[in-house]
């Protein structure tokens, strides 16, 4: 069993900052990718960025220079800080891993529960 769990949402006014962490727990053996998707009401959930074992990181085009995704691997740890916030930024945002729980078979894909950023204007 593998466990994936977000903290750090809140309300903050635009122009601010949060930082977003996201622990995954239990029976891993390697994480490939770990990352962020937001859903705010009425959208569909997109990605935000993400960040793969190797270091190759991808951000979607709306948060480029704002956000900046980081790991931990020996944590098992990936952080979300996030700058510069705008109303537009409001969602829940959800973790997610790729993970093997074994040496052996393939990756299986793990979320969290999600946490709320607010951003006022």
């Known amino acids: 069993q593998v466990q994936v769990m977000e903290s750090g949402g809140g309300l903050v006014q635009a122009g601010g900052s949060l930082r977003l962490s996201c622990a995954a727990s239990?029976?891993?053996?390697?994480?490939?990718?770990m990352g962020w998707h937001r859903q705010a009401p009425g959208k569909e959930r997109e990605l935000v960025a993400s960040l793969n074992s190797g270091g190759a990181y991808n951000y979607a085009d709306s948060v480029k220079g704002r956000f900046t995704i980081s790991r931990d691997n020996a944590k098992n740890a990936a952080y979300l800080q996030m700058n510069n916030l705008k109303p537009e930024d409001t969602a829940v945002y959800y973790c997610?891993?790729?993970?093997?729980?074994?040496?052996?078979?393939?990756?299986?894909?793990?979320w969290g529960q999600g946490t709320q950023v607010t951003v006022s204007s």
């Open positions: 997610y891993g790729y993970i093997y729980t074994s040496p052996r078979g393939e990756w299986n894909e793990y």
């Open positions: 239990g029976s891993i053996f390697r994480i490939v990718v």
